[in-house]
């Protein structure tokens, strides 16, 4: 066996689309789609005696932004089938050679398997490698089953979910299949104001420009349109038996008409035509509990039937242990700044809620006053009333 870079897309896309661990993110196409931002991608295989493919790790060369260096990163790889195989040193072996010359000092594997697997998590401390709380690539996702036929996949949706599929039919929402950069175009500006709207990062226009042209025919964009207004959209991806909802916009118009799930069911009819077996929805909270900023994602995806993924924890391996050392600790840092200002705005909000909850009793208070003084002079009067009505009956008895 020997490593080496693999330079063949066909033969390392057909390793990674018949492998258990198929991930987009170990296409050929997803390392020059982040090298063409970061700079260089490395493909690195392993090749047995019979010149196949037993192992292989997509490394995108990546920056620490907090120290300026450089790293590996294989996001979701290495991809093989058993990590305590010979090949998996061979790799590894591989990866520090070229480690050496670019001077990075680590490499961050998020290998796509169960979180819980004793063999890799064995494998990898027996190698040297380290737990990472800080995961680049969501561990949490949200996956369906596509070889059901489609009644069988409507019944698995919750009720709520069937009825909104339905309705957005009833309500004119039309789902048509984009091509061109004028639909492009239509998808990136609903996705900006999606950002907008939720606050979260997005790339510039041409990456998913340019991520349309890398996967070509696996790559699809599909429109909700309700009366040739565009709604929503979804930018989709396939490989192997695999479909990844990899982004999703949407606009404030026309909520009410439902546009997003008649668009998912459509995507999963789509996925199936292309013999996929698996959507993958891609990222939920790490943790299920309401309130989390993703706990909306999480209950629109859940809603539509399926199971949750939880992959292995993030793994670094050193290569220059002192720099190591200092970004682990440069994390903590930031990590406790981020949750000290967190925990400091999250007392300004209470500290408002209670100024605004003083305010309110205080106004209430002055009410109940002014309804009491009010009242006062009803009350004499009336017990004025009551007391001359009393003195006439005695007199009246008297007389």
Same mark, same amino acid.
């Given at each position: 066996?020997?490593?080496?870079?693999? !330079?063949?897309?066909? &033969?390392?896309?057909?390793?990674?689309? $018949?492998?258990?661990?198929?991930?987009?993110?170990?296409?050929?196409?997803?390392?020059? &789609?982040?090298?063409?931002?970061?700079?260089?991608?490395?493909?690195?295989?392993?090749?047995? %005696?019979?010149?196949?493919?037993?192992?292989?790790?997509?490394?995108? /060369?990546?920056?620490?932004?907090?120290?300026?260096? !450089?790293?590996?990163?294989?996001?979701?790889?290495?991809?093989?089938?058993?990590?305590?195989?010979?090949?998996? %040193? /061979?790799?590894?072996? @591989?990866?520090?050679?070229?480690?050496?010359? *670019?001077?990075?000092?680590?490499?961050? /594997?998020?290998?796509?398997?169960?979180?819980? %697997?004793?063999?890799?998590?064995?494998?990898?401390?027996?190698? #040297?490698?380290?737990?990472?709380?800080?995961?680049?690539?969501?561990?949490?996702?949200?996956?369906?089953?596509?070889?059901?036929?489609?009644? +069988?996949?409507?019944?698995?949706?919750?009720? !709520?979910?069937?009825?909104?599929?339905?309705?957005?039919?009833?309500?004119?929402?039309?789902?048509?299949?984009?091509? #061109?950069?004028?639909?492009?175009?239509?998808?990136? !500006?609903?996705?900006?104001?999606?950002?907008?709207? %939720?606050?979260? @990062?997005?790339?510039?226009? =041409?990456?998913?420009?340019?991520?349309?042209?890398?996967?070509?025919?696996?790559?699809?964009?599909?429109?909700?349109?309700?009366?040739?207004?565009?709604?929503?959209?979804?930018?989709?991806?396939?490989?192997? *038996?695999?479909?990844?909802?990899?982004?999703?916009?949407?606009?404030?118009?026309?909520?009410?008409?439902?546009?997003?799930?008649?668009?998912?069911?459509?995507?999963?009819?789509?996925?199936?035509?292309? #013999?996929?077996?698996?959507?993958?929805?891609?990222?939920?909270?790490?943790?299920?509990?309401?309130?989390?900023?993703?706990? #909306?994602?999480?209950?629109?995806?859940?809603?539509?039937?399926?199971?949750?993924?939880?992959?292995?924890?993030?793994?670094?391996?050193?290569?220059?242990?002192?720099?190591?050392?200092?970004?682990?600790?440069?994390?903590?840092?930031?990590?406790?700044?981020? +949750? =000290?200002?967190?925990?400091?705005?999250? *007392?300004?909000?209470?500290?408002?809620? $209670?100024? /605004?909850?003083?305010?309110?009793?205080?106004?209430?208070?002055? =009410?109940?006053?002014?309804?009491?003084?009010?009242?006062?002079?009803?009350?004499?009067?009336?017990?004025?009333?009551?007391? +001359?009505?009393?003195?006439?009956?005695?007199?009246?008895?008297?007389?």
């Amino acid at each position: 066996m020997k490593a080496q870079i693999i !330079t063949d897309r066909q &033969l390392w896309n057909t390793f990674i689309a $018949n492998s258990e661990g198929c991930n987009v993110t170990q296409t050929y196409e997803w390392g020059e &789609l982040m090298s063409s931002r970061a700079g260089e991608m490395l493909p690195i295989g392993v090749l047995n %005696d019979e010149g196949e493919l037993c192992a292989a790790m997509l490394i995108i /060369i990546s920056k620490a932004a907090l120290l300026k260096a !450089t790293y590996f990163y294989a996001p979701r790889g290495p991809i093989i089938d058993n990590p305590e195989t010979p090949a998996m %040193d /061979i790799l590894l072996a @591989f990866a520090k050679d070229e480690a050496r010359k *670019r001077h990075a000092f680590m490499l961050k /594997i998020e290998p796509g398997v169960p979180h819980d %697997d004793e063999a890799w998590l064995r494998a990898l401390a027996r190698r #040297g490698f380290c737990k990472n709380p800080e995961a680049r690539h969501l561990r949490h996702e949200w996956v369906l089953d596509l070889r059901p036929d489609e009644q +069988k996949i409507l019944a698995g949706m919750k009720k !709520t979910w069937r009825y909104c599929v339905r309705l957005a039919g009833r309500k004119d929402v039309q789902i048509r299949h984009g091509s #061109g950069p004028q639909d492009l175009h239509i998808f990136y !500006t609903l996705l900006k104001t999606t950002s907008n709207r %939720d606050t979260f @990062f997005i790339y510039e226009e =041409s990456f998913y420009e340019r991520l349309m042209t890398l996967y070509g025919e696996r790559a699809k964009i599909m429109i909700a349109e309700y009366e040739g207004q565009p709604l929503a959209a979804a930018l989709l991806v396939t490989h192997g *038996r695999w479909c990844w909802y990899m982004y999703g916009a949407s606009s404030n118009e026309h909520r009410d008409r439902m546009p997003n799930h008649l668009l998912q069911w459509t995507a999963f009819q789509w996925a199936k035509a292309q #013999g996929c077996w698996y959507y993958n929805f891609r990222g939920i909270p790490d943790v299920l509990e309401e309130g989390d900023p993703m706990w #909306g994602i999480y209950v629109f995806k859940s809603g539509f039937g399926g199971y949750a993924i939880r992959s292995l924890e993030t793994q670094d391996l050193a290569y220059q242990p002192a720099l190591y050392r200092l970004y682990r600790f440069l994390l903590s840092a930031r990590d406790w700044y981020k +949750k =000290s200002q967190a925990e400091k705005r999250q *007392r300004a909000v209470q500290q408002k809620k $209670n100024v /605004i909850k003083q305010q309110q009793q205080a106004a209430a208070g002055q =009410s109940q006053q002014h309804e009491t003084a009010s009242a006062q002079p009803a009350v004499v009067q009336e017990e004025k009333v009551q007391a +001359k009505a009393t003195t006439s009956s005695t007199n009246e008895r008297r007389g």
